[in-house]
């Protein structure tokens, strides 16, 4: 079992920054990739970015973005800290949503189905 708790949401304006962070526990040499998804009200949890978690290869480092997203979040990790960053910057009003970090133990994907544990999830609001 891998547990995994976020951290770092809050209320901050139009054009602002945060930064999440994901402490991931347990079997984490099993993690292979992670990822960041987001949920609105009464929606699917959406694709955000997703990183490799362990190895040496190029996948190792692989990052994937929505494009929704893309040049204004970066996705990072820390292995020695076991934990996975989202800085998002150029924060928009459509950004507001609950953010979840995922973990899978097989390579890259952008369904949330895919992913075989999460986290309690982060509120995110951007007020315009």
């Known amino acids: 079992q891998v547990q995994l708790v976020e951290s770092g949401g809050g209320l901050v304006q139009a054009g602002g920054s945060l930064r999440l962070s994901c402490a991931a526990s347990?079997?984490?040499?099993?993690?292979?990739?992670m990822g960041w998804f987001r949920q609105y009200p009464g929606k699917e949890r959406e694709f955000v970015s997703s990183?490799?978690?362990?190895?040496?290869?190029?996948?190792?480092?692989?990052?994937d973005y929505a494009d929704s997203v893309k040049g204004r979040f970066t996705i990072s990790r820390d292995n020695a800290k076991n934990t996975l960053y989202l800085q998002m910057d150029s924060l928009k009003p459509e950004d507001t949503a609950v953010y979840y970090c995922?973990?899978?133990?097989?390579?890259?994907?952008?369904?949330?189905?895919?992913?075989?544990?999460w986290g309690q999830g982060t509120q995110v609001t951007v007020s315009s």
């Open positions: 995922g973990a899978r133990s097989r390579g890259a994907s952008r369904s949330a189905g895919e992913y075989d544990y």
């Open positions: 347990g079997r984490t040499s099993s993690v292979y990739f």
């Open positions: 990183i490799g978690w362990s190895g040496y290869s190029w996948n190792a480092y692989r990052t």
